[in-house]
Nanobody
Framework: QVQLVESGGGLVQAGGSLRVSCAAS????????MGWYRQAPGKQRELVAS???????NIADSVKGRFTVSRENAKNMVYLQMGSLKPEDTAVYYCNSINGLVAGMEYWGKGTLVTVSS
């Protein structure tokens, strides 16, 4: 069954680092490009980073040089490593399958909240 469980969020001071994790079900993960999305209060959800099955990365300009993505295929895990955090990075962070979303899947996990204080 579809499962997306994000973890690792918390409160961090500006300039700090944090890693969030995503455990995905095999059906979602195995053949998918996985993406990290975030939704700040009052704003739309946006894609911030993605990683293909074979490790190709795509990082949004807003976080390029500060964030990176990785995956462990054998564990169905995806990670977002965040550094040089800014208050504007405050958001709920979600993982999902880009392939699935393009195909019309609308399932989202609960996300994990990252709060960056100044």
């Amino acid at each position: 069954q579809v499962q997306l469980v994000e973890s690792g969020g918390g409160l961090v001071q500006a300039g700090g680092s944090l890693r969030v994790s995503c455990a995905a079900s095999g059906r979602i993960f195995r053949f998918s490009t996985m993406g990290w999305y975030r939704q700040a209060p009052g704003k739309q959800r946006e894609l911030v980073a993605s990683i293909t099955r074979d490790g190709r990365l795509n990082i949004a300009d807003s976080v390029k040089g500060r964030f990176t993505v990785s995956r462990e295929n054998a564990k169905n895990m995806v990670y977002l490593q965040m550094g040089s955090l800014k208050p504007e990075d405050t958001a709920v962070y979600y993982c999902n399958s880009i392939n699935g979303l393009v195909a019309g899947m609308e399932y989202w996990g609960k996300g994990t909240l990252v709060t960056v204080s100044s």
